[in-house]
């Protein structure tokens, strides 16, 4: 019976249009547009009157921590640094992540670099193919250059320019990856340097007409310690 009853030809129903005097209104809502929007209020409703209730049975006098935890500035509740919850140990393993991670992509951009100037380097000193014919007389020269420029094929303007303009990009490319390189090596060092400052030791720092060799950045001295 199923079968037959699919078999028979139904109508199609189509939904009803705006009509043409509110068409200003935009398309006209569906039940089950009504429905989801219905869904929505009663469920911004209910959050508000859980709200309410828990406003007005509050308890005055009960203590939580964020009352000393936070503070309120024009009426927003901030909390406090949190810039200490790491202890020193927490602290020098993430910065030894953190160097691994820079030091990772600065070997991966050393590799890339060499690998792109290899392939430049290759193609400045492509050698033209040219063969050197030796002919006894003018018309065998003759005939040998007729041959040789029937078989050979000129490259078009487009194929030069198109092969100018990839070798200026890669060259781009090179240079840019150099400047990163250069970025990163100074992050490294930076940041092996704030490690260094973590450990423990008497250190200072020391004063211009104490450096040798003149630098933009700061130079620090680790006083002697007696190794038992």
Not at 75 to 84: M, Q, T, W, Y
Request: include cysteine; charge should be positive; charged fraction near 40%.
């Amino acid at each position: 019976m199923s079968s037959l009853r699919n078999a028979v030809s139904r109508r199609a129903h189509k939904e009803r249009a705006q009509p043409h005097a509110r068409k200003k209104f935009g398309l006209l809502e569906k039940h089950k547009d009504y429905v989801e929007r219905a869904q929505a209020f009663h469920k911004k409703e209910d959050t508000l009157r859980k709200l309410k209730e828990k406003a007005a049975f509050r308890n005055p006098d009960e203590f939580y921590f964020k009352m000393i935890k936070s503070r309120t500035v024009d009426g927003v509740h901030k909390l406090e640094s949190e810039a200490n919850k790491y202890t020193s140990e927490e602290l020098m393993l993430m910065k030894t992540q953190d160097m691994g991670y820079i030091l990772q992509k600065l070997q991966s951009e050393k590799k890339k670099i060499e690998k792109l100037a290899a392939v430049l380097h290759s193609v400045d000193n492509q050698q033209s193919n040219r063969h050197v014919y030796y002919a006894e007389d003018r018309e065998e020269a003759k005939e040998i250059q007729f041959h040789s420029l029937k078989s050979t094929s000129v490259p078009t303007n487009d194929v030069f320019n198109d092969s100018k303009r990839k070798t200026s990009t890669s060259y781009r490319e090179l240079e840019a990856r150099r400047n990163r390189v250069s970025q990163l090596e100074k992050l490294y060092m930076d940041m092996a340097l704030q490690k260094e400052l973590q450990k423990k030791g008497r250190k200072r720092k020391l004063h211009e007409d104490e450096i040798v060799c003149p630098t933009s950045k700061p130079v620090y001295k680790w006083r002697p310690e007696r190794k038992r």
